[in-house]
């Protein structure tokens, strides 16, 4: 009877385990998900389990030590140099057991666990030009060491034919841990690149351009540079994303920040080049030394990005650049973006003055024909604000939604929702919530 009910209950497993009766290439595509070390650890399942994670063409490997509490006990007890051999054993026997299938996609991220010896710079040297080939397609790689150590990318890297994304993180406010040579600014050839993420120190604006030139289908830029110049960046025509982040004191990582260009007048923003096709940008910008306003230099910069669908307006840009009270500033802006539909505005709630408002002669074509979302944060109910409000509403022909959010008191939203309930709408869809 025993064996009886074991021979069943083995026939009910071996129905039930249909995803081990599946193709090689099927069970390999659904590991390349996966980490390597889950991947391998798949191995101990069944015989059947035992090599397929051999034949899988992606490979990502982690060594982190982002947890700060872990990262503290390894290092009381000395554990972080052994802890790095230890996982350089792992990944050297990755690629000694692995079936000799062409690498796809490879990530490697060393986070607070790289030493400057010998020993650490050859291995990651050795697994990054194992990788490199026609058929490599993604490749990313993050070090932020624990001591100064700085890895210098072989310059076949970017020179492979059929990668589609490359991303190197790797730079301190003190040190850069990813170097790449000036000299071979010129070598570098990505025909089919279409992401480039860089977030380091110590690239200067010969080798930015060299990537820029020579990828000639880049459609997103996400760049994170320590001091660097962007007066003379050569923008591809064909870019559709651009994020630019500040590093360094009050650091802030955003996809449009200002300041982080150096620029004392941004009219020479149209030095970066052609960024009609950036569709998309989150704007933080801060005053100049002097304390003064930029306004207009800004509404060159948004003719510059004319095509601009999505803007996002933070903190800084209210209270330093465009102080939110000041809405007949923010409204040249709007002039300059006729393509904008979604606009965001935040209030850091510190007093500021503003103009009276003053009458409008012309309507922004963003707002007649394509503004369909506008969210207020830190609203304080003041007067310009609630014409500002009010404007909007009444002119906004195309407007989905008018998101009020942050009102504190309970009174003052009872007023300010009565007062634009009021309103006449220009869109008979455009709805008003407080958030």
Request: hydrophobic share 40%; glycine share 4%; net charge neutral.
């Amino acid at each position: 009877m025993a064996a009886e009910s074991n021979s069943k209950r083995r026939r009910i497993v071996a129905e039930e385990d249909r995803i081990s009766s599946l193709p090689d290439c099927v069970l390999s595509h659904i590991l390349s998900f996966l980490p390597t070390k889950t991947s391998v650890a798949t191995s101990i399942l069944s015989n059947r389990w035992r090599h397929v994670w051999k034949h899988v063409s992606v490979l990502d490997f982690s060594n982190d030590f982002r947890d700060e509490a872990l990262f503290e006990k390894a290092m009381r007890n000395n554990k972080l140099l052994e802890h790095f051999q230890n996982f350089s054993v792992f990944v050297n026997r990755v690629f000694s057991l692995r079936m000799p299938y062409p690498i796809e996609k490879m990530s490697l991220s060393c986070v607070k666990s790289l030493y400057n010896i010998k020993s650490c710079t050859s291995s990651i040297d050795t697994w990054v030009r194992s990788v490199i080939g026609p058929h490599l397609k993604e490749f990313s790689l993050e070090i932020d060491p624990i001591q100064k150590y700085q890895f210098e990318p072989p310059i076949t890297l970017f020179t492979c034919t059929n990668l589609v994304s490359l991303s190197l993180i790797g730079g301190t406010k003190m040190f850069s841990s990813i170097y790449i040579d000036p000299r071979f600014a010129e070598e570098i050839r990505l025909p089919s690149l279409n992401y480039l993420k860089l977030h380091m120190r110590d690239v200067d604006i010969h080798t930015m351009n060299g990537f820029l030139v020579g990828c000639p289908i880049l459609e997103t830029l996400d760049t994170r540079l320590f001091g660097f110049n962007y007066k003379k960046l050569r923008v591809p025509s064909t870019l559709k994303r651009l994020k630019i982040s500040s590093v360094g004191y009050g650091c802030y990582c955003l996809e449009m920040d200002l300041y982080s260009l150096g620029f004392d007048d941004l009219n020479t923003f149209s030095d970066v080049g052609n960024l009609q096709n950036v569709v998309k940008a989150s704007l933080d910008v801060f005053r100049c030394s002097d304390g003064c306003y930029l306004t207009n230099n800004l509404v060159s910069f948004f003719n510059v990005l004319s095509g601009i669908k999505h803007l996002s307006l933070s903190i800084s840009t209210i209270e330093l650049i465009l102080p939110w009270f000041n809405q007949n500033s923010l409204l040249s802006l709007l002039h300059a973006c006729p393509m904008l539909q979604v606009l965001i505005t935040q209030n850091d709630k510190k007093e500021s003055t503003s103009p009276e408002w003053t009458t409008q002669s012309t309507v922004p074509n963003c707002i007649l024909s394509h503004l369909t979302y506008i969210q207020f944060k830190g609203y304080e109910g003041c007067p310009d604000e609630l014409l500002f409000a009010e404007y909007i509403l009444q002119n906004g022909l195309v407007l989905k939604k008018m998101s009020i959010a942050d009102i504190s008191v309970d009174i003052l939203k009872y007023y300010i929702l009565r007062r634009l309930s009021n309103v006449p709408r220009a869109s008979r869809l455009c709805q008003l919530t407080f958030d």
